[in-house]
């Protein structure tokens, strides 16, 4: 497995490739994987023929107060995990690399950007958008890999692929979950044990509301107060938002169809978590 730290090493490598009839998959990720990850490069590995991992702590993603110096950072066992799972390069830029001194352009997809995690998190999806454009750019990979987990910021990003004519096909894979029901996060390494029992809620509160979807309760408001109800069994849980929103737009429901997001947020302790269902 080839690391590169360079834009010019990996899109010569893509360009190799795509001279040779190979299709590319990239994985973009932050590091510190674990199985959700696994899950994505797996994926890649199915669907394309080679395999790029990105691994990069992007600091436009971060507010002023939140953990970008913190975030757990496992670049050897990263990319250890990378290449037992078949992941033929990794890319490792510097923060000089993806951000040269003076750079002043920026994306941001409008509307949407203020949604959700991009209402709690100002400017975070700004980042995401900004560096997930650079990726696609750098790596001209055929398909780029996300997890559901991240369902607002792969509606952000979808609309930015077809905004801005991007050749990456977005595939999205499915949560990857604990037995428990605690969907896979880096960072649930930041929970201790009775915070992460409490952290139980948020899929205790998605398994609510699909339970009284699956009854016939279509009334969004009906749904969000069945969940608002979990959450009050966890009082030391702050909740950030629970909402029932159009997968597409992020714009709030008020009757729920097939594809309708119901998506999560909450403070355990110090940890901001997320999760979400989509309604079937």
Not at 39 to 54: F, G, W
Not at 130 to 158: H, I, M, S
Request: negative net charge; proline residues 4%.
């Amino acid at each position: 497995m080839e690391i590169f730290r360079t834009v010019d090493g990996l899109r010569a490598w893509t360009r190799g490739e795509h001279k040779a009839g190979r299709t590319v998959g990239l994985v973009p990720t932050m590091g510190a994987l674990h199985e959700g990850h696994a899950s994505l490069i797996r994926t890649a590995r199915e669907k394309c023929d080679r395999v790029a991992v990105s691994i990069f702590v992007n600091p436009t993603q971060f507010g002023p107060n939140e953990d970008f110096a913190r975030y757990p950072r496992t670049f050897e066992a990263d990319c250890a995990l990378a290449e037992r799972l078949g992941a033929d390069v990794v890319y490792a830029p510097a923060v000089e690399e993806m951000y040269p001194q003076g750079a002043a352009t920026f994306v941001d997809v409008e509307g949407l950007s203020g949604r959700l995690d991009g209402g709690s998190r100002p400017g975070h999806f700004r980042g995401v958008a900004t560096v997930v454009t650079k990726l696609f750019v750098a790596a001209e990979a055929d398909f780029a890999f996300f997890g559901q987990k991240d369902a607002a910021q792969v509606a952000v990003l979808r609309r930015m692929t077809a905004d801005l004519l991007l050749a990456t096909e977005i595939v999205v894979c499915p949560i990857v979950r604990e037995a428990d029901g605690l969907a896979l996060s880096s960072r649930n390494v930041y929970l201790s044990a009775e915070e992460r029992r409490q952290a139980l809620v948020l899929s205790r509160s998605l398994r609510a509301v699909e339970d009284l979807v699956a009854l016939g309760e279509r009334r969004a408001d009906a749904l969000v107060a069945a969940a608002h109800a979990v959450f009050a069994s966890e009082p030391e849980v702050r909740v950030d938002y629970v909402e029932l929103v159009d997968w597409a737009t992020l714009a709030p429901v008020e009757i729920v169809e097939t594809g309708t997001l119901f998506a999560v947020a909450a403070w355990v302790g110090a940890t901001r978590l997320i999760d979400n269902a989509i309604l079937r």
